[in-house]
T-cell receptor, first 113, second 114 residues
Framework: KQEVTQIPAALSVPEGENLVLNCSFT??????LQWFRQDPGKGLTSLLL?????REQTSGRLNASLDKSSGRSTLYIAASQPGDSATYLC????????????FGAGTILRVKS | NAGVMQNPRHLVRRRGQEARLRCSPM?????VYWYRQLPEEGLKFMVY????????ESGMPKERFSAEFPKEGPSILRIQQVVRGDSAAYFC????????????FGEGSWLTVV
């Protein structure tokens, strides 16, 4: 059974810092991986999708990488801002059943001004 | 281009009543998914539908829960005879194609059972 672990569970940083969020899968056989952002009481906003043929994706200050051999992904946020404060979720499409996203519990990020 | 639209955003039901949650996917998307987020837990897959077909319902509770995506109109998640443990946020999502495509989520429907 595929399980997803996100580390750290919570993170508080001053504005301007670069930071890394980690995600790992118990079964490295994942097809694609998607990072989301969730604000309190809101839905999920898709940030980046890394497809099976890719190793990383970039969007603005965000960069996500995927090491399929180890089943690990990182989300790098450059020059963090208070508006980045949210819960960040990683989710994988397991090879075995590619239509179901398996989610981690998330990393709660707080960027202090 | 409107995103995934869910309604109602908040719903309060007494134990034993029925809850009906509606979802309109993004324009052009024919793949719809429902996920549930219980308090203090992560999101869990419930069901995957395409127009008029349930493709995968392996995450649905065996009783009281049903989902449909008719040829016309929104997808509906129906919960009969609700219990307190059904209180959760229910998220609908859609994608243009299946299997590993980018999935876009709605704002969620928060169900409270009193």
């Amino acid at each position: 059974k595929q399980e997803v672990t996100q580390i750290p569970a919570a993170l508080s940083v001053p504005e301007g810092e670069n930071l890394v969020l980690n995600c790992s899968f118990t079964d490295s056989a994942i097809y694609n991986l998607q990072w989301f952002r969730q604000d309190p009481g809101k839905g999920l906003t898709s940030l980046l999708l890394i497809q099976s043929s890719q190793r990383e994706q970039t969007s603005g200050r965000l960069n996500a990488s995927l090491d399929k051999s180890s089943g690990r992904s990182t989300l790098y946020i450059a020059a963090s801002q208070p508006g980045d404060s949210a819960t960040y979720l990683c989710a994988g499409f397991p090879m075995e059943y590619g239509n179901k996203l398996v989610f981690g519990a998330g990393t709660i990020l707080r960027v202090k001004s | 281009n409107a995103g995934v639209m869910q309604n109602p955003r908040h719903l309060v039901r007494r134990r034993g009543q029925e809850a009906r949650l509606r979802c309109s996917p993004m324009k052009g998307h024919s793949h719809v998914y429902w996920y549930r987020q219980l308090p203090e837990e992560g999101l869990k897959f419930m069901v995957y539908l395409q127009k008029e077909n349930i493709i995968d319902e392996s995450g649905m509770p065996k009783e009281r829960f049903s989902a449909e995506f008719p040829k016309e109109g929104p997808s509906i998640l129906r919960i009969q005879q609700v219990v307190r443990g059904d209180s959760a946020a229910y998220f609908c999502a859609s994608s243009l194609q299946g299997y590993g495509n980018t999935i876009y989520f709605g704002e969620g429907s928060w169900l409270t059972v009193v």
